[in-house]
């Protein structure tokens, strides 16, 4: 079975690399990711994969519901507004308040 992969921004690829970004969240997961998954990660704009990951906690809430906990290892945000603006760019004009996020944490390998 191929070995699924997470792919990150270059600013987001660097954060990681220097270990200020440990964990990522996924809207519309479409790769079932789960706990103790060995994935690649990929950088978005270079299509090169810059490590490799395992899985160390999943779970999902709706993104109106996050409590600052959430945001451990994960880069902040200036506001809601902000976020929202933020996955909209990723994922369209259906994300919202409502819309269902999976918070990834991971351990580089």
Not at 58 to 63: G, R, T
Request: no cysteine; net charge negative.
């Amino acid at each position: 079975m191929e070995k699924k992969t997470i792919k990150f921004r270059d600013y987001l690829a660097t954060m990681i690399r220097n270990g200020e970004k440990s964990s990522t969240w996924r809207l519309f997961d479409d790769k079932d990711l789960s706990l103790n998954d060995e994935v690649d990660l990929v950088n978005w704009n270079t299509k090169e994969k810059f490590g490799e990951a395992v899985l160390t906690r999943v779970y999902e809430k709706k993104l109106g519901e996050l409590e600052e906990a959430d945001f451990d290892g994960h880069e902040d945000f200036a506001s809601e507004e902000d976020m929202y603006a933020q996955y909209r760019t990723y994922y369209g004009d259906k994300v919202g308040p409502n819309t269902t996020v999976k918070i990834i944490h991971f351990r580089l390998r």
